[in-house]
């Protein structure tokens, strides 16, 4: 605070005093030299402040001020302040260099096949000092399931960020989501897995220890195999009451072992999905 | 007047010292021992005495005494007496203590006599009332209890094949960048919620269904609002849902406000909180002869069994009950602890209580259950 004090005087006496000149760059890249130009005679102090970046030094007017790369590695607006008798200043701004790295966030991590707009990703380009390159870069998204391509777009960034949405496919499985820019890329994953089940069907009989009843391999709408470890409710209804066992499936079948001595209504359930009705006759 | 704080405290204390020693005896919350049952008499005269020494012995865990003090015409093995009260295999049993009874005569003659005792069991999971009859006989002038054969679950030696299932979760390793190593948390979704007033307070209840392909570990909380909306309570349904929920597997859940009535409740916040979770799809646990039913008591109950279907032994089962009107509404959330643990390929009955303003509009009920294993988490 009390360093700032005496800089921030400068600026404002800056602006009413003009005893010597400088003459700022227009702009600079992040990481790069740059030189100031001075005019006048004797020495004078120079005082630099940017973002992160608060440097004082003695210089001797007429001369060129050199700005050194690691100065300048934040991009943003900078202040040159040249005090002799009087204080000038001068403002600058540095932008990012050119991308070194890409940000690259892709939503969800998991989806429902046959989902609209349900994949979504964002790029953002970085330099090598992680400012974000706000010239338009051009970004290209690339699709994959197993080595089928299933969606490509190059895309501009527009304040720094490029983005796609496209919908899950048809099939489960994973789906490999590549940005590029340049010779830069992210590779992220998504899984795309089974929607709900879809006619889901039951058969059964009886055994010594009771009804031992199954599925069919539980599928959803489009075919997909639903995966294993989801739960299937079985309901048995007799004259004794009602049995249930919520059993998982593994590989492709779920199955359950039920005691209803009696005449006995079976049905099945999966989440939301509902199956058929199943009659199996008294123990004899 | 330096003397008159420790005069002070030194009068209180010996005033609560008298209080504690005239006043335990009609604490109503020892109701068992208050009634005098754990005192031990060395004749049983009456059969309430000798209920009383066979009680009191189990308190103390004295065995032998027990165990010797049954009726000739006892069936069951010394072993399967100390099980019967000590429990095995993990079960909750074996981590409970006998704190206190009450029995009542059902009913009595010269020779024999009925009793009804309700054993009060503090538990891990908290207090837990078991009804219990017993059946009395004099014998040389002293009666004794006729204890019966305990069925004991055992199980053969077997192998039972198990296609194990299990998903474990594996954290991102490699670069630390933005954006690499995000997995979603599972998808969970309310289907229903219910706000009732109970004798005990308003109680929230629904159902929650995992709509995700992986498991999710869930807790659902609730907060009441009031008129100016500002929060009265908030809760969570803390060991009232099956927590980790399988794919497609729905739970009840339920919620209790204590000393809160509903009128006062203009507005109830729910939020549902899925985080994901290695788990098992194994033991799978059905639940059989599903009945509602008065008990012994004339409570409406739900009862039924459970069987185990799996090769692992469930140490302490938990049942979870929803009840539906006939428009398909949650109505009331019960839950019971079993005693004892669910071996492989063997079952256990439950019961869990349907509160008697609710049991005439009953329509259907959905059973999970919840299961402890020890040394899984």
Partial sequence: MRRLLPICTAICLSTLCAAQDMHAPASAIAGEEATISTNGSGKATF????????????VSLGSEVQLKAQDLQNAGEYFAVLCSDTCRSSSFYVTAAKPAGLTFLVHPSRVPVGQGDAVSGVALPFDQFRNLVLTPETVNFHLLEGTASVFSRSSQTRDGIAWFRTASQKSAGTLQV????????????????????????????RTKAGI?????????????????????????????????????????????????????????ASGVAMGNELRIGAQP | MKFTLPIILVAVTAGLMTLALFGAGHSSGTVGIAAGSAVFSTKASTPEQGLNNLLADVQRRNWDRAYSALSTTSAGDRQSFIQDWTGSDGSLRSFSSLEGFQARPLHATND????????????PVGPIEDVRDFHLIREANTWKVAWPKMQISSVPAQIIPVTYLRWDLVSGSGSDEWGSKNVDAPHVRIISMNAVDSAEGAVVMGEVVNEDTIPAFVNVNAALVDGAGKAIDDESSFDKIDHVLLPKQVTPYRIDFPNINLKNVKNVRMDVKATLVPASADPVIGVMNQKVVSDVQGKSILQGDLMN?????????????????????????????????????????????????????VQSFHVVVNQYSLGRS
């Fill in chain 1, 178 to 205: 590549d940005a590029s820019l340049g010779d830069l890329s992210a590779r992220r994953a998504v899984q795309q897995v089974a929607s709900d089940p879809c006619n889901l069907r039951i058969k059964g009989e």
């Fill in chain 1, 47 to 58: 005082y630099l402040l940017g973002p992160g970046v608060s440097r004082k030094s003695d």
């Fill in chain 2, 309 to 361: 279907e799996s090769g692992q032994t469930v140490n302490i089962p938990h049942v979870i009950a929803s009840f539906y009107d006939n428009n398909g509404k949650v109505i009331w959330v019960s839950d019971g602890y079993v005693n004892r643990a669910l071996l492989p390929q063997s079952g256990q009955p439950f019961a869990v209580e349907i509160p008697k303003s609710l049991a005439g509009k």
């Fill in chain 2, 112 to 123: 024999d006599a009925q009793m009804r005792v309700r054993l009060h069991w503090t538990t």
């Fill in chain 1, 212 to 268: 031992l009843v199954q599925t069919e391999p539980v599928r959803d709408c489009a075919g997909n195999p639903v995966p294993d470890g989801t739960i299937v409710s079985f309901t048995a209804t007799d004259g004794n009451g009602r049995s249930t066992v919520d059993a998982p499936i593994k590989q492709g079948v779920a199955r359950a072992q039920l005691e209803a001595p009696g005449a006995t209504v079976i049905s099945v």
